[in-house]
């Protein structure tokens, strides 16, 4: 079933069609909306978040409409999945409908019980975000986060998944930003050194957040995500047609908990903005024209919906490598973008204000 599904995205996604009689192989599912650090660069920070996990039953509802279908939900969001108390259930009960979970954390609860209990479960992938080598750099981008803390606790973890020989896939991943980009070789150099890691992921920050609005994308590709996924389910189950939306202020295209999965998938929302796409008009769509992400080339695209989601998970860090030796959108159209904002934290401390309203590298020391 999950073949013959991806083939009619497929082909959907290459005849340009607004109607997909097929469901996403991918899911971003935001189980918890609840977070303990801060983070300049988190859509957190200009879209306040409640203290709410996902009610039980849209989560159960949305996996049961989705097995057989999707391959795997990332269950992440804007909130930090440790602080959700149902998680390690929830790992186990998409693996009980043959959908892999994968996760993303910040580090700071990934204590050894904890890592214990992962490892233990049948999570097929999880991100190690660390978003710089360096204390300085990784504490201001990381506000409540303690570098020594997070950096042992991953360090731990993986040394523990190296000597178990658990299968568990384990990416480390930076977001390429104006305060950290100086650190990529270290950082790459670094965690290859490390037991247990699998990938090395430095991606850049596709939020707009601190870049600024965007100007122009060098192309009209049409988004996948459109047709593939990963579909956006948030805490209170409301969908958006990818991660990006909410972040941009899009309305939902439908509410897990009151409709049925196919219901929303090939609703007049999402058909209408498939349409749009297909015909090159994207940027009649507030959300789109706003997009900070970067599309691929058709062929990766294509690639995308034929390969397994693993295939593609392993891949896209070398592709994103690739990407930056062959500029002018060949492989990843990117969005141009305007003068990036003046970065400003929220509520620092006052004799600290002057020092942290800017990246590491741009401060003045006295």
Not at 16 to 36: F, Q, S
Not at 79 to 84: F, I, R, V
Not at 281 to 286: C, Q
Request: net charge positive; glycine share 6%.
């Amino acid at each position: 079933m999950s073949a013959w599904n991806r083939w009619k995205l497929l082909w959907a996604y290459l005849r340009g069609r607004g109607a997909v009689l097929a469901l996403p192989v991918e899911y971003i599912v935001e189980t918890t909306a609840k977070c303990n650090i801060y983070c300049p660069m988190c859509p957190r920070e200009t879209h306040p978040q409640p203290k709410a996990d996902m009610d039980e039953a849209v989560f159960r509802k949305l996996v049961a409409e989705s097995a057989g279908t999707a391959e795997h939900m990332m269950l992440i969001g804007l909130g930090e999945p440790l602080l959700d108390p149902r998680i390690f259930d929830r790992i186990h009960h998409c693996a009980a409908h043959g959908i892999s979970a994968l996760i993303s954390t910040n580090g700071t609860l990934l204590d050894e019980k904890a890592a214990a209990r992962l490892l233990d479960s049948p999570l097929s992938h999880i991100t190690l975000s660390f978003d710089g080598y360096s204390k300085e750099t990784f504490e201001f981008y990381r506000k409540g986060a303690k570098f020594e803390r997070v950096r042992d606790n991953f360090l731990r973890f993986c040394r523990m998944k190296h000597e178990r020989g658990s299968k568990l896939q384990i990416t480390v991943q930076m977001v390429r930003m104006d305060g950290n980009r100086h650190e990529e070789a270290a950082f790459r150099q670094f965690w290859q050194s490390v037991p247990g890691v699998d990938l090395i992921r430095v991606k850049d920050d596709e939020t707009n957040v601190l870049a600024g609005p965007s100007a122009a994308r060098t192309g009209a590709r049409r988004c996948h995500y459109l047709w593939r996924g990963a579909m956006y389910v948030r805490y209170n189950g409301d969908v958006h047609p990818c991660c990006q939306s909410y972040m941009l202020d899009g309305a939902p295209v439908g509410n897990i908990a009151s409709q049925s999965l196919r219901e929303i998938f090939d609703g007049e929302p999402m058909r209408r903005m498939r349409r749009l796409h297909s015909s090159g008009r994207a940027a009649e769509i507030d959300i789109c024209s706003k997009c900070c992400t970067a599309i691929p080339h058709p062929l990766l695209a294509a690639g995308s919906l034929l390969l397994h989601g693993r295939v593609v998970r392993a891949l896209l860090p070398l592709v994103e490598r690739w990407a930056r030796l062959f500029p002018g959108g060949r492989l990843l159209d990117r969005p141009v973008r305007s003068s990036p904002q003046p970065l400003v934290q929220l509520a620092p401390a006052p004799e600290t204000a002057a020092r942290n309203t800017a990246p590491p590298q741009a401060r003045q020391e006295p």
